[in-house]
């Protein structure tokens, strides 16, 4: 009850196309679902986050489209730019609990 | 800028070394967390601190030990390192539970 399942584990995009990162949970006591970007040789950078009582969420290229009843959400890259190249994790969590993260997906983008 | 920094990028430890990791917050958080990455696992917590001489059981605490003596530090101790503990740790703090994290750059322990 306490996962996050992500898919897919990796991703190869062209340059221009839309990227989509999804994630599922069981527990439907989390209230807060935050995207994480990691580039290499870094540690993971909150990239946007949303609150269920809202379907989607859009901060630039980046949007988070969120499904309540199937208990998912998913992460949009628009206009995928080889500088997204990257590995996104999607994360949960209830109330002040700690943050549940997913298991990750590569990105990578080509020109 | 606000920081996490950990003191060292890369580690090789021989097997049955006791080991420090630390790391050190300069943004007067409350919470501290340390987080092992390793490929098509994510991030998995080991422990956890809301508070100065506070510390939790994350979800694989077995085989190490934290300390908090002091608000800005939160060191990771492995008590004799093996080699199923090579991994990239990171540290990470937040400010409460209201706040996102903020993570350091990793350390990318080998023990040989």
């Known amino acids: 009850q306490q996962q996050v399942k992500q898919s897919p584990q990796s991703l190869i995009v062209q340059k221009g196309g839309i990227s989509i990162i999804n994630c599922a949970y069981e527990n439907t006591a989390f209230d807060y679902f935050p995207w994480y970007q990691q580039f290499p040789g870094k540690g993971p950078a909150l990239l946007i986050a949303i609150r269920p009582d809202v379907s989607e969420k859009k901060e630039g290229r980046f949007t988070i489209s969120f499904n309540k009843s199937a208990k998912q959400f998913s992460l949009h890259i628009m206009d995928s730019q080889p500088g997204d190249s990257a590995t996104y994790f999607c994360?949960?969590?209830?109330?002040?609990?700690?943050?549940?993260f997913g298991t990750g997906t590569r990105l990578q983008v080509f020109p | 800028d606000v920081k996490v920094t950990q003191s060292s990028r890369y580690l090789v430890k021989r097997t049955g070394e006791k080991v420090f990791l630390e790391c050190v917050q300069d943004m007067d958080h409350e919470n501290m967390f340390w987080y092992r990455q390793d490929p098509g696992l994510g991030l998995r917590l080991i422990y956890f601190s809301y508070d100065v001489k506070m510390k939790e059981k994350g979800d694989i605490p077995e085989g190490y030990s934290v300390s908090r003596e002091k608000k800005e530090r939160f060191s990771l101790i492995l008590e004799s390192a093996s080699t199923n503990q090579t991994s990239m740790y990171l540290c990470?703090?937040?400010?409460?539970?209201?706040?996102?994290?903020?993570f350091g750059s990793g350390t990318r322990l080998t023990v040989v």
């Open positions: 990470a703090s937040r400010m409460t539970a209201n706040y996102g994290y903020t």
């Open positions: 994360a949960a969590r209830r109330g002040t609990d700690k943050l549940i």
